[in-house]
């Protein structure tokens, strides 16, 4: 089991930096090898990504959950299990959602574009 946790942690850390290195490398000048985004936007740019992926897996979680709460069949350690999955995933959803917010006040704050916030 240790070994599948460890495959696993090493799939997910490559599939979150491949996209952002893909997009690098799409967005350099042609004689200086720097990005030509500000830091601003390439911060903004990996945590959106960052969240898309934490709320696509938080509903995922929703989906297990569901399942192994329907599938308990009335075993008590099953129903709290699938019932603590669930509370888990409406958190990272909800994570996922506040984490939007505050990047968008934030970028709209420095930006100096936005009188909302």
């Known amino acids: 089991m240790n070994i599948f946790k460890k495959i696993a942690y090493a799939s997910s850390a490559i599939a979150t ?3 952002m290195v893909v997009r690098a ?5 042609s004689g200086t090898g720097l990005p030509s985004g500000s830091l601003i936007n390439i911060l903004t740019s990996g945590m959106n990504w960052l969240l898309i992926v934490v709320g696509i897996l ?3 979680g929703f989906v297990i959950a569901g399942i ?3 599938t ?3 075993d008590e350690g099953q129903i709290d299990k699938g019932k603590t999955a669930m509370i888990y995933s ?3 959803v909800i994570v ?3 984490g939007v917010v ?3 006040a934030v970028q709209g704050m420095l930006s100096g574009s936005s009188k909302s916030f």
Not at 25 to 29: A, D, I, N, R
């Open 17 to 19: 930096a491949v996209p």
């Open 25 to 29: 490398q799409f967005e350099t000048p």
């Open 58 to 60: 938080g509903v995922i």
């Open 68 to 70: 192994l709460y329907l």
């Open 72 to 74: 308990a069949a009335g």
């Open 90 to 92: 409406i958190v990272g």
């Open 96 to 98: 996922a959602l506040l």
């Open 102 to 104: 505050i990047i968008k």
